[in-house]
C-alpha cells in the first residue's frame, strides 16, 4: 500500500499520472520488483 497526504494537490496530481502506468500494469510491476530485489532492496511484506 502506498499513500499520500499533501495539501498541494497540483503535486499529488503529478505523482498520481507518473504512478498510474506502472500501477496498472501487471508486467512493468513485476519487472520493477524484480529489479528492485536484484539491486538488494528489501521488501518488508
Known amino acids: 500500500m502506498f499513500c499520500a497526504y499533501s495539501e ?3 503535486a499529488l496530481q503529478k505523482l498520481a499520472a ?3 502506468p ?3 500494469d501487471a508486467d ?3 519487472k520493477l520488483i ?3 530485489k536484484a ?3 528489501e521488501f518488508d511484506d
Do not use: V
Request: charged share 15%; aromatic share 6%; net charge positive.
Open 8 to 10: 498541494d494537490q497540483t
Open 18 to 20: 507518473l504512478m498510474t
Open 22 to 24: 506502472l500501477t496498472t
Open 28 to 30: 512493468r510491476m513485476r
Open 34 to 36: 524484480t529489479s528492485a
Open 39 to 41: 539491486s538488494g532492496f
